[in-house]
């Protein structure tokens, strides 16, 4: 008598993070002195443009902020948030927030979507302060009497995979494509342990189509919905800036000449 034959259940999907170009892991620091905080924070926007095309970007704000005044003491944006917490704003914090570099007992807290990655206590505002890049990459590896949390799976899943979003995730996307070769062929992934997912909350969902990496045509929806242009908030938007240029003769200088003023705002 033949044997009746048993289906095997598939198995289910392992899921791993495949962390964006602009995920620096943590995405959120704060030095708190009592009545004077400084927080340094990841900003997403989305960058729209006819030319290149539509992308999530990131950028940083560092902001001090005292209790006895409504208004920031300091505030400025930065490309990262590397440059945020070291020397891109070490010296602006130094020109213009040096009053309450010397106040004493200060505490950095750094985050990643929210959760606590480390803390670490400081004799001064200032030293906190003009070195929490070199402070929180220092507890990364392991600095003495510092305990660093590295997010487990389960905590990594609970948030957004875009840098600077405390949101939960509702979809999760496969990636097709790892990159693109010499002559622009997409070259799927070879491995099965190479890791391909990403999730997204609801506002960045829709990730734009510049690029591969990072582009709606790159994505396979594992679970959720895909989202459209519309789930992306109006103030959240930046368009490119162009400049329309005639060329005549002075072509090239009339290119340089837009390139020095763009560099002077």
């Known amino acids: 008598?033949?044997?009746?034959?048993?289906?095997?259940?598939?198995?289910?999907?392992?899921?791993?993070?495949?962390?964006?170009?602009?995920?620096?892991?943590?995405?959120?620091?704060?030095?708190?002195a009592g009545g004077v905080t400084m927080t340094a924070r990841v900003v997403p926007r989305f960058k729209t443009s006819a030319l290149s095309g539509?992308?999530?970007?990131?950028?940083?704000?560092?902001?001090?902020?005292?209790?006895a005044s409504p208004y920031p003491l300091f505030e400025r944006e930065y490309g990262s948030i590397a440059w945020a917490l070291g020397l891109g704003a070490a010296t602006d914090i130094y020109a213009q927030a040096h009053q309450v570099l010397g106040l004493r007992a200060a505490t950095l807290s750094a985050f990643r979507g929210g959760y606590l990655l480390m803390t670490q206590k400081f004799s001064t505002f200032?030293?906190?302060?003009?070195?929490?890049?070199?402070?929180?990459?220092?507890?990364?590896?392991?600095?003495?009497?510092?305990?660093?949390?590295?997010?487990?799976?389960?905590?990594?899943?609970?948030?957004?995979?875009?840098?600077?979003?405390?949101e939960r995730p509702t979809v999760l996307y496969r990636m097709k494509h790892q990159r693109a070769d010499r002559d622009g062929k997409l070259v799927?992934?070879?491995?099965?342990?190479?890791?391909?997912?990403?999730w997204f909350c609801g506002e960045h969902a829709h990730r734009g189509n510049q690029g591969l990496d990072d582009s709606d045509s790159n994505y396979e929806v594992v679970e959720g919905k895909r989202h459209n242009f519309s789930s992306v908030?109006?103030?959240?938007?930046?368009?490119?800036?162009?400049e329309v240029i005639e060329a005549g003769p002075d072509f090239g200088q009339d290119v340089a000449d837009i390139l020095r003023r763009g560099r002077k705002r």
């Open 1 to 32: 008598m033949a044997k009746a034959s048993v289906k095997k259940k598939p198995e289910a999907e392992r899921v791993q993070l495949n962390r964006l170009r602009d995920d620096q892991y943590w995405d959120e620091a704060v030095v708190d």
């Open 54 to 67: 539509n992308e999530w970007r990131v950028s940083a704000r560092t902001r001090i902020v005292t209790s």
């Open 126 to 166: 200032g030293e906190a302060a003009i070195c929490a890049q070199a402070h929180i990459i220092r507890a990364n590896e392991g600095w003495p009497g510092v305990t660093w949390h590295h997010l487990d799976d389960p905590q990594e899943r609970s948030v957004c995979c875009q840098p600077g979003c405390k």
């Open 188 to 198: 799927p992934f070879e491995y099965d342990w190479q890791p391909r997912h990403r």
């Open 233 to 242: 908030p109006r103030d959240r938007i930046s368009e490119a800036r162009t």
